[in-house]
């Protein structure tokens, strides 16, 4: 059955068993992955999913049920579960069918020069990708993972209050890790690219990017024990904010679970800190013109010059804190109930250079890995104490390569030390990214 028609279908069953409003959230998704080793095709991957969740308001209570198969047994079982769900249901917050925001960005859909991409040419990609690793330095002996993808999905959202938007997006995505080896020591470096442009992948750049920081490593020794200025390389500083991205959700501020609940209009980071939630960013992969409820999304400072102006919210804890939406309900997928979560989170950067501001640090660490996150990381207190690794800087210059040491702090406190945001915006395989960031003090143990 066609989606139109099941939709359609769907509605007609849901009024007729005494459904009041009610919805269908559609997603669809295919991913090409190809794995190299060796030069050879270690693993090979083509899938396709699509999933259809209906919700609806039954005696007062919101139902819930999904499938994964468009036909006539589907449309009963869909209504019937969600009302026996409705019946038994215990939440007492509100739930919303949302009918439509005024306007909607205009957004580009899925790139079709990705779509274009034939799977032979993705597996040449993969190849020479490897095999430019390996060309660089003999210290190089092997790559560790080789891997080139293709991403492309459909959301749809459509009620019984008049909203029917659909968004389309796809992404081109490399990652290679690999193992450096001279006498004894062993070290790794690894490179990722996630992007909406076929034009950025540099299969040369990328190999080299991961090659160095693989032989300098192996150099590698750990500083003595002690406090030290940090910069937090781009992808270090973005895993540790996604690390601690639930913190600005209004659903864990009122379950408690957020030491930033009430504290809206209060200074928690220091005035260099100017934290955004964008989901029209061009470049990042979580950009769409609505979010999981169909509420139109928007461009928001979270955190402005060190200001909380505001958490991020859905229909249902916008409504029980007595405030606006902010368009970030979020669901893990299309069975998955409605949760908050950022667009594309990311600190703010400045004209400075990562250069400059290890320069103008003088004498610290430059941190360009954290390690051990979902095990060293508290995501309640903001407690951190990871393994880590990255450079000593002497005199405003990059030296040693260092390695074996924990950095060791809080989050919410780290908030309002940062000195200063670099240039260098980068954003990974998620929806969270960072430039680079200077912070006056981490605690570090080492040797």
Same mark, same amino acid.
């Given at each position: 059955?066609?989606?139109?028609?099941?939709?359609?279908?769907?509605?007609?069953?849901?009024?007729?068993?005494?459904?009041?409003?009610?919805?269908?959230?559609?997603?669809?998704?295919?991913?090409?992955?190809?794995?190299?080793?060796?030069?050879?095709?270690?693993?090979?991957?083509?899938?396709?999913?699509?999933?259809?969740?209906?919700?609806?308001?039954?005696?007062?209570?919101?139902? @819930?049920?999904?499938?994964?198969?468009?036909?006539?047994?589907?449309?009963?079982?869909?209504?019937?579960?969600?009302?026996?769900?409705?019946?038994?249901?215990?939440?007492?917050?509100?739930?919303?069918?949302?009918?439509?925001?005024?306007?909607?960005?205009?957004?580009?859909?899925?790139?079709?020069?990705?779509?274009?991409?034939?799977?032979?040419?993705?597996?040449?990609?993969?190849?020479?990708?490897?095999?430019?690793?390996?060309?660089?330095?003999?210290?190089?002996?092997?790559?560790?993972?080789?891997?080139?993808?293709?991403?492309?999905?459909?959301?749809?959202?459509?009620?019984?209050?008049? /909203?029917?938007?659909?968004?389309?997006?796809?992404?081109?995505?490399? @990652?290679?890790?690999?193992?450096?080896?001279?006498?004894?020591?062993?070290?790794?470096?690894?490179? =990722?690219?996630?992007?909406?442009?076929?034009?950025?992948?540099?299969?040369?750049?990328?190999?080299?990017?991961?090659?160095?920081?693989?032989?300098?490593?192996?150099?590698?020794?750990?500083?003595?024990?002690?406090? @030290?200025?940090?910069?937090?390389?781009?992808?270090?500083?973005?895993?540790? /904010?996604?690390?601690?991205?639930?913190?600005?959700?209004?659903?864990?501020?009122?379950?408690?679970?957020?030491? =930033?609940?009430?504290?809206?209009?209060?200074?928690?980071?220091?005035?260099?800190?100017?934290?955004?939630?964008?989901?029209?960013?061009?470049?990042?992969?979580?950009?769409?013109?609505?979010?999981?409820?169909?509420?139109?999304?928007?461009?928001?400072?979270?955190?402005?010059?060190?200001?909380?102006?505001?958490?991020?919210?859905?229909?249902?804890?916008?409504?029980?804190?007595?405030?606006?939406?902010?368009?970030?309900?979020?669901?893990?997928?299309?069975?998955?109930?409605?949760?908050?979560?950022?667009?594309?989170?990311?600190?703010?950067?400045?004209?400075?250079?990562?250069?400059?501001?290890?320069?103008?640090?003088?004498?610290?660490?430059?941190?360009?890995?954290?390690?051990?996150?979902?095990?060293?990381?508290?995501?309640?207190?903001?407690?951190?104490?990871?393994?880590?690794?990255?450079?000593?800087?002497?005199?405003?210059?990059?030296?040693?390569?260092?390695?074996?040491?924990?950095?060791?702090?809080?989050?919410?406190?780290? =908030?309002?030390?940062?000195?200063?945001?670099?240039?260098?915006?980068?954003?990974?395989?998620?929806?969270?990214?960072?430039?680079?960031?200077?912070?006056?003090?981490?605690?570090?143990?080492?040797?």
């Amino acid at each position: 059955m066609q989606l139109n028609e099941f939709i359609d279908r769907l509605f007609e069953r849901a009024q007729a068993a005494g459904f009041s409003d009610y919805e269908a959230y559609y997603s669809d998704g295919d991913e090409f992955e190809v794995t190299v080793f060796q030069g050879e095709i270690a693993g090979y991957t083509v899938s396709s999913s699509m999933g259809l969740n209906f919700r609806g308001m039954f005696q007062g209570n919101m139902g @819930y049920a999904s499938t994964q198969v468009l036909d006539e047994q589907a449309l009963d079982m869909l209504v019937e579960s969600a009302r026996q769900n409705a019946l038994i249901i215990e939440d007492t917050d509100q739930q919303f069918i949302f009918p439509g925001s005024e306007r909607y960005p205009d957004l580009p859909g899925a790139n079709p020069r990705i779509a274009e991409i034939s799977e032979q040419q993705k597996i040449e990609w993969a190849l020479e990708l490897e095999k430019a690793a390996l060309s660089l330095d003999e210290r190089v002996k092997q790559v560790q993972s080789c891997v080139l993808a293709t991403v492309s999905g459909t959301v749809r959202i459509k009620n019984s209050k008049g /909203l029917d938007v659909s968004h389309s997006s796809n992404a081109l995505e490399a @990652y290679i890790s690999v193992v450096a080896r001279q006498g004894d020591k062993v070290s790794t470096g690894s490179d =990722l690219l996630a992007t909406h442009e076929v034009e950025d992948l540099n299969i040369r750049e990328m190999a080299n990017r991961a090659v160095k920081e693989a032989v300098e490593a192996l150099s590698a020794r750990p500083v003595a024990s002690g406090e @030290y200025k940090v910069i937090l390389k781009n992808d270090a500083a973005a895993d540790l /904010l996604g690390t601690f991205s639930g913190i600005f959700s209004a659903e864990s501020a009122q379950k408690g679970l957020s030491l =930033l609940k009430g504290r809206e209009g209060q200074q928690i980071a220091s005035p260099n800190v100017t934290l955004m939630d964008n989901p029209h960013h061009p470049t990042a992969l979580g950009s769409a013109p609505f979010d999981d409820e169909g509420v139109a999304t928007t461009v928001k400072a979270v955190i402005d010059k060190g200001v909380l102006t505001t958490l991020l919210h859905n229909l249902k804890t916008a409504n029980k804190q007595g405030v606006q939406t902010t368009g970030n309900a979020a669901k893990g997928s299309y069975a998955a109930p409605v949760g908050v979560a950022p667009g594309n989170f990311y600190f703010e950067p400045s004209q400075t250079s990562l250069d400059e501001l290890i320069a103008e640090m003088g004498n610290g660490l430059l941190i360009t890995d954290l390690q051990g996150l979902h095990a060293g990381a508290n995501g309640i207190s903001g407690d951190f104490s990871l393994g880590a690794k990255g450079y000593l800087v002497e005199g405003g210059k990059i030296g040693r390569a260092v390695d074996q040491i924990t950095v060791a702090g809080n989050f919410y406190q780290m =908030l309002n030390v940062i000195e200063k945001v670099a240039s260098d915006l980068k954003f990974g395989f998620g929806r969270v990214g960072s430039p680079s960031i200077r912070v006056s003090g981490l605690s570090v143990a080492g040797q």
